[in-house]
């Protein structure tokens, strides 16, 4: 596989790096402390055409393939992981679902403000007795003939309060299982729709992630995504775009890490040497340097595989899975490298610690990610 980026590609992610540096870098500690979430730096990031990356330009995207969004993921990650899962949510869980199974008329309603960065999507599909077991959908979303009578409550929603559109699955037909269940698109200010209490996260403090409540909220019936019962089809495919995204924030996170690691055993002294003189601290940088470059290249396996229109599944989720373990095992060992240093807030690779930890959990578990890679090989 031809791993050569093109001129665009190199662009895109330079324009990142630079755009994370200045504005993502300065106040990230900040935000992490108070919880606050980057409004105006996602604001920016909707300007410079990084929440609909990959939506085609008729729709206010960018038109760009995936390779080019894993590599712009992995440099946000690098220094802010909480507006990175934004980014991701709105790109792969919302323009992208919306632009491929969405009517025209949703495109051009709900699509265009996202991809432009003008409005946030969120994707609600977790809730407080449906995580890992995604099909047992309680939230219910009852045919009313020209509408769907919503009630129910969804759990860790990303963007949960600074979104203004939100795709919600929802049970229809309890009979026919997960074949029942529809995936809808709900804006903020419907009655009967309520944001429920902000997490207080060990990681991503930046991001909002919410409880939503839905209570009797009317939904029109064309604010249906696909056929009756397309739902649960319509998540799944969704995320695995999603995994992606997260495998890239993974990565950002872990290559964000090592970058610090090397330039502080450059600049620390013990036992009369920098400390990168001593083969504990040499080995260790080997070890994290080379797990980040096998985790690079199964994500830009996925990727090209993604952009030419193949079969990505398991890829994604092997992706995914190697990523976030080697994002945790490299932090905790650039933590290590800085010593007490590590463990203060200053040095900014305690954070990306606790960073790492949710890319083991979100948008499926690394057991579910093996539940899905063996099931792709088994078949
Ligand atoms: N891609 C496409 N289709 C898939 C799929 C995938 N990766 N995984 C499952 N499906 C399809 C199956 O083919 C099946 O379809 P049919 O019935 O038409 O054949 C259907 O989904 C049900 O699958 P199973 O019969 O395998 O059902 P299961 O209950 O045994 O397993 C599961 C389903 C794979 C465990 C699924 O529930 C799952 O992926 N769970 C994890 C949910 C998840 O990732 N949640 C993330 C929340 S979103 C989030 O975190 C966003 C955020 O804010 C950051």
């Keep these: 596989m031809d791993f050569n980026f093109t001129e665009e590609q190199l662009a895109v992610r330079d324009a990142a790096r630079d755009f994370a540096q200045k504005e993502l870098l300065p106040g990230v500690i900040e935000r992490d402390i108070e919880q606050k979430f980057p409004a105006s730096q996602i604001q920016m990031m909707g300007e410079l055409g990084f929440m609909g990356m990959m939506v085609d330009p008729r729709y206010g995207g960018g038109g760009m393939d995936t390779v080019s969004y894993v590599l712009a993921m992995e440099e946000i990650s690098k220094v802010d992981a909480s507006a990175a899962v934004c980014m991701s949510v709105n790109n792969s869980l919302v323009c ?8 025209e008329e949703q495109k051009q309603q709900y699509l265009v403000p996202l991809a432009s960065g003008k409005k946030i999507g969120a994707f609600c599909l977790s809730e ?7 099909t047992s959908q309680r939230t219910t979303a ?6 769907y009578l919503v009630n129910g ?4 929603i990303t963007n949960g309060n600074s979104a203004s559109i939100y795709l919600v699955m929802a049970q229809t037909h309890p009979d026919l299982k997960h074949k029942g269940i529809n995936a809808l698109i709900v804006e903020k200010d419907r009655d009967g ?3 429920g209490k902000k997490e207080d996260k060990m990681g991503i403090r930046g991001s909002d992630t919410h ?3 839905f209570s009797d909220m009317q939904v029109p019936k064309e604010n249906r995504i696909g056929a009756d019962g397309f739902g649960f089809s319509f998540a799944m495919s969704t995320l695995n775009g999603g995994r992606l995204g997260i495998a890239s924030q993974a990565l950002g996170i872990a290559s964000g890490a090592l970058e610090r690691a090397i330039q502080y055993a450059k600049e620390r002294k013990a036992f009369g040497v920098e400390i990168a003189r ?5 080995f260790k940088i080997a070890d994290m340097a080379t797990k980040i470059e096998a985790a690079r290249l199964l994500i830009l396996k996925a990727a090209r595989l993604k952009d030419a229109g193949k079969d990505f599944v398991k890829e994604a989720a092997m992706a995914k899975l190697f990523a976030s373990d080697v994002a945790m095992e490299t932090t905790i060992e650039a933590v290590q490298i800085h010593g007490g240093y590590g463990y203060v807030r200053e040095y900014h690779v305690e954070r990306m610690m606790r960073d790492a930890k949710i890319t083991q959990i979100y948008e499926g578990t690394s057991e579910i990610q093996k539940i899905v890679i063996s099931r792709a090989l088994l078949k």
């Design 96 to 103: 992208w679902g919306l632009e491929k199974y969405g009517s």
């Design 128 to 134: 407080p007795e449906a995580g890992s077991d995604a």
């Design 142 to 147: 009852e045919d009313r003939g020209d509408h």
């Design 153 to 156: 409550t969804k759990n860790w």
């Design 193 to 195: 729709f309520v944001v």
């Design 211 to 213: 409880s939503l409540m």
């Design 278 to 282: 001593h083969q504990a601290i040499q």
